[in-house]
């Protein structure tokens, strides 16, 4: 199998997307534009899906005049290795943002209670220290 590259966003989009719903390829444009504001040109996108069906990660198959896009069982063991390693990275750039409550100890990703100085879960923490 050719080493396939998802160092680009709509390489990524495409192979996410591709997980949730088979597609096809104006409809992958048309939804990575919606997520990310920038349209995807078809120069992208198809010689991307070709690769893919090429490794045996997508298959292809004719819906009228359309290709429609699928994950195979492998592509679907691809794409899910590739949302673990980005979850780790993500993970990883939000640990250094994780506060700890200094009552019960949780892990605080967004937002938290102040108090004197400290940081809580939320405000009945707070109170029971």
Do not use: W
């Not at 080493?3 to 996410?16: D, K, Q």
């Not at 444009?29 to 899906?49: A, C, V």
């Not at 004197?116 to 009945?124: A, K, L, R, Y």
């Amino acid at each position: 199998m050719t080493e396939i590259n998802l160092s680009n966003v709509n390489r990524l989009y495409t192979v996410l997307l591709l997980k949730s719903d088979e597609r096809h390829g104006y409809e992958l444009m048309d939804r990575i534009e919606e997520l990310t504001g920038n349209r995807p040109s078809s120069s992208h996108i198809y010689p991307f899906l070709s690769k893919l069906v090429d490794n045996n990660l997508v298959e292809e198959r004719k819906d009228g005049r359309k290709k429609v896009y699928s994950l195979t069982e492998e592509g679907e063991d691809f794409a899910s290795e590739k949302v673990e390693s980005f979850g780790e990275v993500i993970e990883a750039s939000v640990l250094d943002q994780v506060e700890e409550c200094e009552n019960c100890g949780c892990e605080i990703y967004s937002g938290g209670y102040e108090e004197d100085g400290e940081i809580f879960c939320c405000e009945h923490c707070a109170e029971s220290a």
